[in-house]
């Protein structure tokens, strides 16, 4: 831990921690949900006090839950208490800054660390006259967003401008990987105001030792499996995956997340990718699992042979990594944050984004070569615990707190 225990202040306006507890993978569920609940928890263990402020979306959630040691999770009114999805929750956030801003008028944090740049809205105001010192992480950039979705991106439109104010605002940025540095300075935040933080994974829940297997559907003839863990939302890829098996004999791919498996046939997606392996011929070789709870995570991924993870872009990328932990080889898509965890030919290899020929040829050649695909589980084991435990993403997250408190200190 650092010299000196930090009264700390989480803002995730949209992700909740406590979404762990239950399971991911609904339309705004995901990694900065897991970022979240493990940062905070880490952070509590080396001996921080941490406070997580997200918006209350349930009338029935207490007002405050406290999950870990030193960890408190605060249910913000803002808006309904109702779910309501993340791009249209702007208009709220003055209702959460001026909230915050209450709160710390008479309990000041340390240090304020805003997820997300509507949570950085909130947080600038909340702290802007009481000399509370800002870290902001972004999880997904406007720019990025808009370059790949184009006309779909349903971001809020002023969203790009407030991102750019955001980060001239903060005392430090903390990007998760080198590709968001490149696309923060861009954007014309001042690169000495960014460090790179990567995001953590728990090396002791993802492991190689523990249970493999996870069969909620019969095996496909006992071939070779393929596991792809993620929102089920079109820019994630899992089509590309679904296209590659068209040209990967023998193999099953189980996609897990979206929905809880009960509600899947009602998912517009999942009725989409449904259609998607119909029409490739490969229905009886694609299972939908739904929703899986965080604790049987290890275990799906586990039981593959290998991880495919395939998005069009990706801030960072939570599932390689915690694949990685598990002694599980990764085809990644060459983007964003895959670039830094996944090494090519080392710990997994690298596609080209929406290529299932490509995506398929390097599978094949994989699952050809148990040997190889060995070795690349065992590096992708010892890097992710030497790089990327929670041990070393807290102490350095926490040497950018105390920078930046003592900054503020000197002026």
Not at 55 to 65: A, C, G
Not at 306 to 327: D, H, I, K, N, R
Request: with cysteine.
């Amino acid at each position: 831990m650092t010299a000196t225990a930090l009264q700390i202040a989480m803002i995730s306006e949209h992700a909740s921690p406590l979404a762990t507890l239950t399971g991911l993978g609904g339309a705004d569920g995901g990694g900065q949900n897991v970022f979240v609940a493990d940062l905070a928890t880490e952070l509590g263990r080396q001996g921080h006090q941490v406070t997580v402020f997200t918006r209350r979306d349930d009338p029935d959630l207490p007002p405050i839950v406290e999950p870990a040691p030193g960890v408190r999770v605060e249910h913000v009114p803002a808006g309904p208490a109702r779910p309501v999805p993340k791009d249209h929750l702007l208009r709220w956030m003055p209702d959460f800054g001026r909230y915050l801003e209450r709160r710390w008028a008479a309990d000041p944090p340390d240090v304020a660390h805003a997820h997300f740049w509507m949570s950085g809205l909130a947080t600038l105001r909340a702290a802007a006259g009481l000399g509370i010192p800002v870290a902001q992480t972004y999880h997904a950039l406007g720019t990025v967003k808009r370059r790949h979705q184009g006309d779909k991106d349903t971001s809020p439109p002023g969203r790009i401008r407030l991102e750019r104010a955001i980060g001239r605002g903060a005392d430090a940025v903390i990007a998760t990987c080198a590709d968001e540095v490149a696309e923060l300075t861009r954007m014309g935040v001042p690169r000495g105001r960014v460090s790179v933080v990567p995001c953590g994974v728990d090396v002791d829940r993802f492991c190689p030792e523990g249970p493999a297997t996870f069969d909620p559907v019969p095996a496909a003839g006992g071939g070779p499996r393929l596991v792809a863990l993620s929102r089920l939302v079109e820019r994630k890829g899992v089509d590309t995956a679904i296209e590659a098996l068209t040209q990967i004999p023998g193999a099953e791919l189980l996609v897990a997340g979206g929905p809880p498996g009960e509600e899947m046939d009602a998912d517009a997606e999942v009725h989409r990718l449904r259609l998607c392996a119909k029409e490739a011929g490969v229905a009886d070789r694609v299972h939908f699992v739904g929703r899986v709870s965080r604790d049987r995570v290890p275990a799906l991924l586990r039981s593959a042979d290998l991880a495919v993870t395939l998005p069009w872009y990706e801030p960072f990328g939570m599932v390689p990594l915690e694949a990685m932990a598990c002694g599980v080889p990764v085809v990644a898509s060459a983007v964003g944050g895959h670039l830094d965890t996944v090494v090519d030919h080392v710990t997994g290899v690298h596609v080209p984004p929406r290529r299932p020929a490509e995506t398929a040829r390097q599978v094949r050649d994989l699952l050809a070569h148990p040997v190889r695909r060995e070795a690349y589980g065992i590096a992708a084991a010892d890097r992710a615990r030497v790089r990327f435990s929670w041990t070393r993403v807290g102490r350095e997250t926490a040497q950018v707190y105390e920078r930046i408190r003592a900054s503020g200190d000197m002026k």
